[in-house]
């Protein structure tokens, strides 16, 4: 069975810094998928930047990115120019085959962003 | 609107009641997930539906059951409520993999907004 773990259950940064949320997980397949998931206090979850575990290159969306160390079995996330609209829940989780599978979800970590 | 439909957004029970959380998935597709997310144990996969038969289990109570009916939509059973049931209870949908136009492949993986379930 795979565990995803977030050791940081809250964290602050101020606007326009930079913050990374770290992840680890545990995992015995080769080829799999991790994602990390915004929850704002709306409640919906909201996908932000997904990793295939076979491309070495990190994955890139606008200020998000990730640092993916597959042999440590580490996917952090890296916001850039923090904006007061990523105050969230910040959710890392794990899939083992794209489509038909489920995602095992770590604790989350709550990021709040102030002026 | 992500597509995926549930009702109702909020309900509140007593304990020992049951009650059924709907979900309608995104046009075509044929997977259908149930979630928990509550304060103690995170968000957890509860159970999934394929075309209509279950296809995987996870921590679900025995007295949680689900189905998937022919138009694709799913039910949530719960009964004999307890006040450690009160959640968010999340419902996904996801199709078949395809290519989007960035070389991507789109795995279409989506959430509902959710169903809050209070037990009283």
């Known amino acids: 069975a795979q565990t995803v773990t977030q050791s940081q259950p809250e964290m602050s940064v101020q606007e326009a810094e930079t913050v990374t949320l770290s992840c680890t997980y545990d995992?015995?397949?080769?080829?799999?998928?991790l994602f990390w998931y915004k929850q704002p206090p709306s409640r919906q979850m909201i996908l932000v930047i997904r990793?295939?575990?076979?491309?070495?290159q990190n994955a890139t969306e606008n200020r998000f990115s990730v640092n993916f160390q597959k042999a440590a079995k580490s996917f952090s996330l890296k916001i850039s120019d923090s904006q007061l609209g990523d105050t969230a829940m910040y959710f890392c989780?794990?899939?083992?085959?794209?489509?038909?599978?489920?995602?095992?979800f770590g604790k989350g970590t709550m990021l709040l962003v102030s002026p | 609107d992500s597509g995926v439909t549930q009702t109702p957004k909020h309900l509140i029970t007593a304990t020992g009641q049951r009650v059924t959380l709907r979900c309608s998935p995104r046009s075509g597709d044929l997977s259908v997930y149930w979630y928990q997310q509550s304060l103690d144990q995170g968000l957890q996969f509860l159970i999934q539906?394929?075309?209509?038969?279950?296809?995987a289990k996870g921590n679900i109570l025995e007295r949680f059951s689900a189905q998937q009916f022919p138009d694709l939509h799913s039910e949530l059973n719960l009964s004999s409520l307890e006040l450690g049931d009160s959640a968010l209870y999340f419902c996904a949908s996801s199709g078949t993999p395809t290519i989007g136009t960035g070389g991507q492949w789109d795995y279409g993986y989506t959430f509902g907004s959710g169903t809050r379930l209070t037990v009283v």
């Open positions: 539906y394929y075309n209509g038969e279950e296809r």
């Open positions: 989780a794990f899939m083992k085959n794209l489509g038909y599978s489920t995602l095992t």
């Open positions: 995992t015995s397949e080769n080829n799999y998928y």
């Open positions: 990793q295939e575990a076979y491309k070495q």
